[in-house]
């Protein structure tokens, strides 16, 4: 009798401990699931007559141990190329045409140095060689490798394009929760339009969980009422500006006058 | 700081820089009667301006500063508008025929290597004979050179004078047949199709060596002709293309109409073989740069369509 007390104790600690370790567990898991949360500052973005380019602060959770990588892509589309190369083996010019399609505007990863060299590998899959697998290229028989590089650096050189390490801080840590801020730059050239901003926290090769938001830029007061011309009354639009610069020729004619032509 | 956004171009440019580019060429159209596209679109492009809205809005600039160029030089007697409305004519018809040769070469392939080497021996040629020439009138030779080419020019004049409707121009101070200008127009226009520029640097050396107008009355009315081209340009661009950023154009226009008066002042004070000797070393300047571009390897491998 006094035996089956004993393993009556024991079993009721053991199932305190493992209902305790179930609950905490769950609860963990619930709060990394609950808790990536991802907020951008600001979320709206106005292009106005005097806009040049931006920032975006990026806050939210990651779990304790992971680190976090963003990732800002948008406006899929086809792209037309030049592709220089030697002609007679002497002179570097257009040797022909490619099409790159399934290629974003603009694709730019944000995350900590230590994540620098980590994103492109093939378990994560978050830098540009996500773009390159998903790119297509026409002709086929085109090296695919080297044209992607190369439009790489083309659309690294305008500014739409980019890795930008060490662009994220982390400011705390609480309840199994790290609190992360980043930067994200909005360049001039990131056109009006729908982005979105994906959040990844990883832990070794694997990406626990993931979260996404959009970026939304739009043209407003002089630049949207010249597009809104400029798209839709295109003749009225051509005609205006012939005569708008026919004026301001004159109008300087004009002004020089008394200013030395005779 | 002195930003502003180009909607059509999709980027924001700085002010100050966009008009002070804008005076510069201005100044070069003022000064020789060329468009400047030539030396504006490759600039707009490294500033980040897409290829195509660089071209287009350039023309649209262009209209500005040669309204400006072609008032002042108008002003100063040195505009012949009937030899321009033919020049014209002729540029219309043979920019027309030129689009469809470029149809066809592009179809032969290989069709940017011929464009890019007659652009390269056109310029090179054309600069040189030109500076050369100039020298030696600045040098006071002209006479041992007319006496030396005298029998080539005679043969030249002889076969000017035998062709039908000959016609006075009196800006000009010539006789030549109303053909010639036509003709000669659509040469230039066949050219400018073909290399994707306006034409001002073929047209002026054609004007001066060609048609043997005073060099003055050539810069004046290349304006005035250049002023036609473009405005047809610019609808055309804005209408089938959409690619005309106004206020690109705007800021540019600016700088430009100024830069044109000034252009046409500085143009005023200097001798036709000085103003030939400018042309001439800017003709061979683009020249070099564009055998650079040819010779050396280019940075990135790809770029995008579109553009001169």
């Known amino acids: 009798m006094k035996v089956s007390s004993k393993c009556i104790k024991k079993h009721f600690v053991f199932l305190v401990f493992l209902s305790l370790s179930v609950f905490l567990i769950s609860n963990w898991a619930f709060a990394s699931q609950e808790n990536l949360k991802l907020e951008l500052n600001p979320s709206h973005i106005n292009i106005g007559t005097f806009y040049n380019g931006t920032?975006?602060?990026?806050?939210?959770?990651?779990?304790?141990?992971?680190e976090v990588v963003l990732r800002i892509s948008g406006h899929y589309t086809e792209l037309h190329l030049k592709k220089k190369g030697k002609i007679a083996g002497l002179l570097w010019m257009n040797i022909g045409d490619v099409t790159v399609g399934n290629v974003p505007e603009v694709f730019m990863v944000v995350c900590s140095q230590n994540m620098k060299d980590r994103i492109d590998d093939p378990e994560l899959n978050l830098g540009y060689k996500y773009l390159e697998k998903m790119m297509t290229i026409e002709p086929e028989g085109e090296d695919k490798g080297f044209i992607f590089k190369e439009f790489v650096k083309l659309q690294e050189k305008s500014g739409t394009y980019g890795i930008f390490s060490g662009n994220v801080k982390y400011t705390g840590e609480s309840d199994g929760l790290k609190t992360f801020e980043a930067t994200i730059p909005v360049p001039p050239k990131m056109k009006q339009g729908e982005y979105k901003v994906e959040a990844f926290a990883v832990r070794g090769k694997e990406i626990i969980k993931s979260s996404a938001q959009e970026l939304n830029l739009k043209q407003v007061g002089f630049p949207a009422l010249v597009s809104k011309l400029a798209f839709g009354y295109s003749l009225i639009y051509g005609i205006g500006a012939v005569i708008i610069a026919i004026?301001?020729?004159?109008?300087?004619?004009?002004?020089?006058?008394?200013?030395?032509?005779? | 700081m002195f930003h502003m956004y180009l909607p059509i171009a999709g980027n924001s440019v700085n002010i100050l820089l966009i008009f002070g580019l804008g005076g510069f060429v201005g100044l070069l159209s003022g000064i020789f009667g060329v468009g400047g596209g030539f030396l504006m679109t490759p600039l707009l492009i490294m500033f980040g301006i897409p290829p195509t809205v660089a071209a287009a809005s350039d023309s649209n600039q262009i209209v500005g500063a040669s309204t400006s160029g072609t008032l002042a030089h108008?002003?100063?007697?040195?505009?012949?508008?009937?030899?321009?409305?033919?020049l014209l004519i002729g540029g219309i018809?043979?920019?027309?025929?030129?689009?469809?040769?470029?149809?066809?070469?592009r179809a032969m392939g290989n069709a940017d290597f011929l464009i890019k080497i007659t652009y390269v021996i056109?310029?090179?040629?054309?600069?040189?004979?030109?500076?050369?020439?100039?020298?030696?009138?600045?040098?006071?030779?002209?006479?041992?050179?007319?006496?030396?080419?005298?029998g080539k020019e005679s043969t030249y004049a002889k076969m000017l004078k035998s062709l039908p409707f000959q016609t006075r121009f009196e800006k000009s101070g010539i006789e030549i047949s109303l053909l010639l200008p036509l003709i000669f127009g659509a040469f230039v226009g066949i050219l400018a199709a073909i290399m994707g520029v306006g034409g001002g640097f073929i047209m002026v050396p054609v004007m001066v060596y060609l048609l043997r107008m005073p060099m003055h009355v050539v810069v004046g009315t290349s304006l005035f002709q250049i002023l036609f081209t473009c405005v047809d340009v610019t609808i055309m661009q804005a209408y089938a293309n959409h690619t005309v950023d106004f206020v690109l154009a705007l800021l540019l226009l600016l700088g430009s109409t100024i830069g044109a008066q000034i252009g046409t002042s500085i143009n005023k004070r200097l001798k036709g073989d000085q103003i030939k000797i400018l042309l001439a070393s800017l003709v061979l300047l683009v020249c070099v740069k564009m055998l650079y571009g040819l010779l050396v390897p280019p940075e990135i491998m790809v770029a995008l369509k579109g553009g001169h």
């Open chain 1, 55 to 66: 920032k975006v602060i990026a806050k939210g959770k990651i779990p304790a141990g992971t």
């Open chain 2, 122 to 150: 056109m310029l090179g040629g054309v600069g040189s004979y030109m500076f050369v020439d100039s020298l030696k009138g600045l040098r006071g030779s002209s006479e041992a050179t007319s006496k030396k080419t005298g």
């Open chain 2, 74 to 86: 108008w002003r100063l007697g040195n505009v012949d508008f009937k030899m321009g409305i033919l």
């Open chain 1, 247 to 262: 004026f301001a020729g004159l109008l300087m004619g004009l002004l020089f006058k008394g200013g030395g032509s005779h």
């Open chain 2, 93 to 105: 018809i043979g920019g027309t025929f030129g689009v469809q040769i470029i149809k066809i070469l």
